[in-house]
């Protein structure tokens, strides 16, 4: 499985912006994708995921301010991001798991929110 990462880019904080990834080669039909952040200086963290039957997860920091959603038609995962924080600055991994041993890692955007 490959991923494809899209839609990082500098906002003024209190601004959105979305995210997307896309997903390519042996795709499960029971599978989880998500996001992951990594602040400068800190350690990758939890967003939000999404499974194939369209359940989400949030971490508390963005709950309320982060929808997650995904197409399955073309293996595509969203992350509209809306009130934006400084705090929310870092690079945004997609994430791609399938039982039996699948975890995949997107090469990483950039999201840059600025006061």
């Known amino acids: 499985v490959q991923l494809v990462e899209s839609g990082g880019g500098l906002v003024q904080a209190g601004g959105s912006l979305r995210l997307s990834c896309t997903a390519s080669?042996?795709?499960?039909?029971?599978?989880?994708m998500g996001w992951y952040r990594q602040a400068p200086g800190k350690p990758r963290e939890f967003a939000a995921r999404i499974t194939s039957g369209m359940l989400t997860t949030y971490a508390a920091s963005v709950n309320g301010r982060f929808t997650i959603s995904r197409d399955n038609n073309d293996n595509t995962v969203y992350l509209q991001m809306d009130s934006l924080k400084p705090e929310d600055t870092g690079v945004y991994y997609c994430n791609y798991y399938q039982a039996a041993g699948g975890n995949v890692w997107g090469q990483g955007t950039q999201v840059t929110v600025s006061s």
């Open positions: 080669g042996s795709i499960s039909s029971g599978n989880v």
